[in-house]
């Protein structure tokens, strides 16, 4: 109790002497085994913590107190305690695991394993495995409907993207998407999922209650070969209204007219950029460049890149704690 | 026999539960040679499954697939032994399968082409690398999923150039491929601006792989044999027959690197490629056969995940609409190559990067950095549209 006042002390007065509320972004580094912390007040590292080998998907749990993150050559996640910057538990994913993600009380955990072709549930409080579903060949993009009731699976090497019941654990429709369909993203009123496709190089749009496509987002970017262009991670605003989707080899971020679903703005950001996250307020979002080893800061009411923060070696995920 | 009837029974359980309709079958044949060429180097040395181990996979995982869309998959193999008439042979598969992929050499699958052509049988081809069967030999019912011969030559010929290996010392085998092999490497060289400075043939004298003290031998032999050479930077081997490129590293009479049929190898796969996804496939593979996967088990992969990809995209297990489906401009694969694989149309034949490997890490990966192409990059690897001899009809 003590502390918490303390801490919500200085919050307010954090809140007071800066232009900005402080944020804290913890990014994953695939090849160096490490996770970057960066303050974003100071837009600067300020922690580096070791985990596992090949940490990859990274979430804060829903009461901000730890950091999740897939170690996928160990076979588990690890849990980060934020106020130690330790990895003090493990939980039990199964083999391989990439991308997760939870229920809106922060008590399951639903896990991709790219090897064995299913999703795991893990209770996050008894820290034991639930169940698995059978999905199709190479899990990889998970995502929940903001109503809790469906989970999205999205599998590399069959395409699909699955809907699952959270219910009855069972798929109830499997939707065909472009060829390595790697992130799904629902808008916050559930009006829309995007899917990603690698190597289609298109963003599939889905009516989540049809379950059928209704529109692709194309990209074309002039100087640029097609094989390049890789839509990989996908933040939407709060309102619906622009979508953000890293682009990977092509180094750019496509901002997207979430109403029509055109692209506005290509931003150049750094090599083969993977994954990204709005800050709390969204007025930034933050974005990891795979092989220049940086994270690309973007003003998102000006649609611009004003900051590069130098990370860990291939950073891939990023997540900020919501408040 | 017995195995695949199993198969089959397990998924129609899984698929009667959740469809009333009756599935869609997909039958794919496989035809290829019995016995196995043999390698100098022992770990290398293929296995009886070489190739059909990588199509057998793909048909695991398109059945995987396949159970969301009724479809299931079935692989019927036959393996010619000397003598048999690969005609025949073909008939009788395309009795069975509507597609056939094939792991043949180029006269026997123009014969199987040939055969299959008027019942409109389409066959992927797998294994052969000539580039004869692409260009004047070229087939409209043969889609070429192995890569050239040229591409291959390219691919290597792209590194070296760029490493600023640019003065080569080309050493060709005496058998037929290792000829045709040194004359994709020449075009090669001209092409990005290396320089041959000279030529030595090793002549095959007959003589086993594998002796009881053959390296004392060897150590002899090789550096005597590349002695008082011009200047040069890479040693570049054309020996498909495997009879001397593996004896050539660290044997040279001049310390310098080889490349070729030896040393730094382009290839459509290897067991050691791990990016892109890449490891998934590789774990996957090694499960279900209890080895490591080769290109040519990459290569019936391919072929048989570009059958499922046509049937999941057409709803249809209609061999036509397959093979139209993969002819469309807009269709694509993906293959763990990085980037998508599509077809060339003026030839059928699949493009795709090609990597570059020392044999136990990936050294590369072409086409490189900088060599570009109005269409594709992938392009600039093999015969372009402009220089085609096919004529497809």
């Known amino acids: ?117 299913t999703v795991t549930i893990i209770d996050l409080e008894k820290r034991v495995r639930l169940g698995d579903i059978q999905v199709g060949v190479e899990p990889e993009g998970m995502a929940l409907s903001p109503d809790g009731k469906i989970l999205i699976n999205t599998s590399e090497t069959t395409n699909m993207a699955h809907f699952i019941d959270t219910a009855t654990r069972e798929i109830v429709a499997n939707v065909l998407v472009d060829a390595r369909p790697r992130y799904a993203e629902f808008k916050r009123d559930s009006s829309e999922l995007w899917v990603s496709s690698e190597i289609g190089g298109t963003v599939s749009i889905l009516d989540p209650a049809k379950r059928t496509i209704t529109g692709k987002i194309e990209f074309n970017i002039p100087g640029l070969r097609r094989e390049a262009i890789q839509p990989v991670g996908i933040a939407i605003t709060k309102d619906g209204k622009t979508g953000f989707i890293a682009l990977g080899p092509a180094n750019r971020v496509a901002v997207v ?61 990023i997540t900020f704690a919501q408040p | 026999m017995i195995r695949w009837l199993i198969g089959a ?47 057998r996979l793909a048909i695991e995982d398109n059945n995987t697939t396949g159970k969301f869309l009724n479809q299931r998959f079935f692989l019927e193999e036959i393996r010619l032994k000397d003598g048999e008439d690969v005609a025949k042979a073909a008939m009788a598969l395309a009795d069975r399968n509507g597609i056939i992929i094939a792991d043949l050499p180029a006269d026997a699958l123009l014969k199987a082409a040939d055969a299959l052509r008027d019942r409109k ?72 601006g290396a320089k041959i400075v000279q030529e030595r043939v090793f002549e095959d004298t007959g003589g086993a792989r594998r002796t009881d003290s053959g390296v004392t031998l060897i150590q002899r032999q ?15 081997a054309a020996d498909e027959s495997e009879v001397f490129a593996s004896y050539l590293p660290y044997r040279t009479w001049d310390p310098r690197p080889i490349a070729g049929s030896a040393g730094l190898v382009p290839t459509s796969w290897d067991a050691a490629h791990d990016q892109w996804g890449a490891i ?27 059958i499922g990809e046509a049937t999941s995209r057409t709803n249809s297990g209609d061999p036509k609409s397959v093979f139209d489906f993969l002819k469309r401009p807009d269709f694509s694969v993906a293959a763990f ?19 570059l490997v020392d044999g136990r890490m990936i050294v590369s990966v072409s086409p490189q950095e900088g060599f570009l192409h109005q269409y594709s990059e992938l392009d600039t690897l093999g015969v372009d549209r402009p220089e085609t001899k096919c004529k497809l009809n």
Not at chain 1, 34 to 54: E, M, P
Not at chain 2, 155 to 182: I, M, N, T
Not at chain 2, 222 to 236: I, K, N, R, S
């Open chain 2, 337 to 355: 190559k990085g980037q998508r694989l599509t077809l060339r149309d003026w030839n059928l034949q699949l493009r795709q990067p090609i990597l």
């Open chain 2, 222 to 236: 090789m550096p005597v044999f590349t002695q008082a050479a011009p200047a040069y930077d890479v040693l570049v």
């Open chain 2, 121 to 192: 049988t389409v066959l992927l081809n797998a294994g052969a690398i000539d580039d004869r069967l692409r260009e004047q030999d070229c087939r409209a019912n043969v889609i070429h999923v192995a890569p050239t011969r040229s591409m291959l030559a390219d691919a290597l010929a792209q590194y070296l150039v760029w490493k600023q290996w640019k003065r080569w010392l080309l050493v060709v085998g005496s058998h037929e491929p290792d000829k045709l092999y040194a004359d994709a490497l020449r075009r090669a060289a001209t092409r990005f």
């Open chain 1, 1 to 117: 109790m003590w502390r918490r006042c303390l801490l919500s002390g200085m919050a307010v007065w954090l809140a007071a002497t800066s232009p900005a509320l402080a944020f804290v972004a913890y990014v994953s580094n695939e090849k160096s085994n490490t996770v970057s912390v960066i303050d974003t007040d100071k837009w600067a590292v300020t922690h580096t913590i070791k985990v596992g080998q090949r940490p990859r998907g990274i979430e804060f749990t829903k009461n901000g107190k730890f950091v999740m993150v897939a170690v996928g050559d160990d076979d588990k996640i690890e849990v980060i305690d934020t106020a130690t910057h330790q990895v003090v538990d493990s939980l039990p994913s199964g083999p391989d695991p990439e991308l997760f993600t939870q229920d809106a009380a922060g008590k399951l955990l639903y896990v991709a394993n790219e090897n064995d072709n």
């Open chain 2, 9 to 55: 029974i397990g998924l129609s359980i899984v698929a009667s539960s959740a469809f009333a309709a009756d599935p869609i079958d997909i039958r794919v044949g496989y035809l290829g040679q019995a016995g196995i060429k043999s390698k100098l180097s022992l770990v290398e040395q293929p296995s009886e499954n070489d190739g059909i181990a990588g199509a």
């Open chain 2, 280 to 306: 998934q496939i590789q774990n996957r593979f090694v499960k279900l056969n209890s080895r490591r996967m080769t290109a040519r088990d990459m290569q019936a992969w391919t072929a048989a995940r570009m």
């Open chain 1, 257 to 317: 007219d979430a109403t029509t679903h055109k692209v506005t703005k290509y931003l150049l950001v750094g090599q083969r950029v993977w994954h990204m996250a709005f800050t709390p307020d969204e007025k930034y979002l933050l974005v990891t460049n795979g092989v220049s080893n940086d994270v690309s800061v973007i003003d998102v009411p000006a649609q611009k890149v004003i900051k590069t923060i130098q990370v860990g070696e291939l950073p891939w995920g």
